[in-house]
């Protein structure tokens, strides 16, 4: 009989288990359902804010009120809304909990959704949806991040928040399409109105579709977290404010993304105008909007993917940025050109450089900031886009009032040179991985604490530690048998 065959059952399986290595983190498949769920209650909420762009001209008419007013109750008024809400947003999503704050804004939607099929009655019914809709918007749009912090793995969170944060774009092209489905052209008075609300009635449809969902599947953070940071406790609501006010290195990419990034919310906002005086129709200009969007989305793809397996956020910012402004100003000089052909090839190279720099940007300011909590990072970053996208918009409107080829060379002139100025200020960020680091030590934590717990036990090597019980267990010759 061998010694092997007497050992104790409960010393032998010590002896198996002792070569089995546990994981601390793990991510659930769950993840994806997650991302789908805020996927389409983001499309949604995008649809309801551009649904009434495409269609001004068509609400000034059926409501007898001016052009201003219809811009700013319809539009401008998400601009003017998401400073003093981002705060708000920020709070309930950092202190309270990716579901509560999710559903908030989700809920918001549905309800401005509904309350817009009151169209038929009066255009301010419109205003209160989109009000609503509006205050909504920053509990989502700085959801991103998080979701991709809480659920993902390090090496899955770059293109887990480009797949998010794309959505909202998603949704921008799908209400510009059902915009032109709905209300045609030169409609007015009661069937223009009845028009408007068809438009109404079905998003409201589709949003009661996409975001019931949430209720019931939706949840704040899986049992076993992903990686180390995902379960690092994070700074309070008021402690991340004071860090991110006092991080310069934080503040400087942020302010050059809200250079970069709003020339280019600028451009997608102004193309119809800043094309017509080259004899480009509305259909063409749309068809602009449309390639940028879709190249943008696979653009996007590929550098989320890219910078998963990398980690080199500084540098793809910086090539994305480069290509960005040789696009622009590619498309500044076809325009002249007035080839159809040519601008839709400019506009689709100026989408795929330009498009992936804001999720990269997202997850880049995570790593600037950590362990300032996401929503905190990501909405202070959103929240200069869209203060520069604002006054952009105005100043361009401004200029293209004569509307002439001149205008528009000077309008390209003026986007491009301040989106050079954020360029620069990309090149002047240091690039800080704070949270990778982290990630990478904690990694190195776990395995160093296994193997001087093996070299402390001597169950690194399982025949070292099988030879030590034999021996303990050895009963030598002269020794007397026990009983």
């Known amino acids: 009989m061998t010694i092997e065959n007497d050992l104790p059952a409960d010393i032998s399986a010590n002896s198996k288990a002792s070569q089995i290595s546990t994981k601390p983190y793990q991510a659930t498949k769950y993840r994806f359902v997650m991302s789908v769920l805020y996927a389409m209650t983001s499309i949604i909420n995008a649809i309801m804010w551009i649904s009434t762009s495409p269609i001004t001209k068509n609400l000034e008419s059926i409501y007898n ?11 401008l008024i998400w601009f003017a809304v998401y400073p003093p809400m981002n705060f708000i947003a920020n709070y309930f999503l950092d202190e309270k909990g990716l579901r509560v704050g999710i559903l908030l804004g989700s809920t918001l939607t549905l309800i401005g959704l509904w309350i ?3 169209s038929q009655y009066s255009f301010y019914y419109i205003f209160l949806g989109q009000l609503l809709g509006a205050i909504g918007q920053p509990f989502l749009l700085n959801a991103p991040q998080k979701l991709s912090a809480v659920w993902y793995p390090q090496e899955e969170r770059a293109l887990s928040t480009t797949v998010a944060s794309v959505s909202n774009p998603i949704g921008v092209g799908i209400g510009f399409v059902l915009a032109q489905l709905f209300v045609q052209n030169g409609a007015e008075g009661d069937e223009g109105r009845k028009e408007v609300y068809n438009l109404m009635l079905f998003s409201a449809g589709l949003g009661s579709l996409l975001i019931l969902p949430l209720y019931f599947l939706f949840k704040n953070k899986p049992k076993v977290p992903p990686s180390k940071t995902a379960d690092t406790e994070k700074y309070s609501y008021k402690q991340s404010l004071k860090s991110l006010f006092g991080n310069t290195n934080y503040l400087i990419f942020i302010l050059s993304l809200g250079l970069f990034w709003g ?13 017509q005086p080259y004899n480009f129709t509305e259909s063409q200009s749309g068809n602009f909007g449309a390639i940028t969007l879709v190249s943008g989305l696979v653009g996007s793809i590929v550098w989320g993917i890219y910078v998963d397996s990398t980690k080199k956020y500084k540098f793809s910012i910086i090539i994305c940025g480069i290509m960005s402004l040789l696009a622009m100003a590619t498309i500044a000089l076809l325009t002249p050109q007035e080839s159809y052909l040519l601008v839709c090839l400019g ?6 450089f330009t498009t992936p720099v804001f999720p990269l940007a997202y997850e880049f300011s995570a790593e600037l900031s950590f362990p300032v909590a996401e929503a905190a990072s990501g909405g202070l970053m959103v929240v200069m886009t869209q203060i520069f996208g604002a006054l952009g918009t105005v100043g361009i409107d401004a200029l293209l009032t004569e509307n002439t080829k001149a205008h528009t060379m000077i309008g390209f002139a003026v986007l491009g040179g301040v989106a050079f100025l954020g360029f620069i200020g990309f090149i002047l960020t240091k690039e800080e991985l704070k949270r990778t680091k982290t990630d990478n030590e904690g990694g190195e934590n776990e395995e160093n ?14 025949e070292s530690s099988l030879d030590e019980v034999k021996a303990s267990l050895l009963i030598k010759p002269n020794s007397p048998s026990p009983n």
């Open 263 to 275: 020339s280019y919310n600028v451009l997608a906002t102004v193309l119809q105008p800043i094309m």
């Open 347 to 352: 506009t689709g190279f100026y989408g795929f």
């Open 116 to 118: 817009r099929t009151l």
């Open 449 to 462: 604490k296994g193997e001087s717990y093996a070299n402390e036990t001597g169950r690194g090597n399982p």
């Open 65 to 75: 009120i001016g052009l201003f007013k219809v811009n700013f109750c319809t539009s």
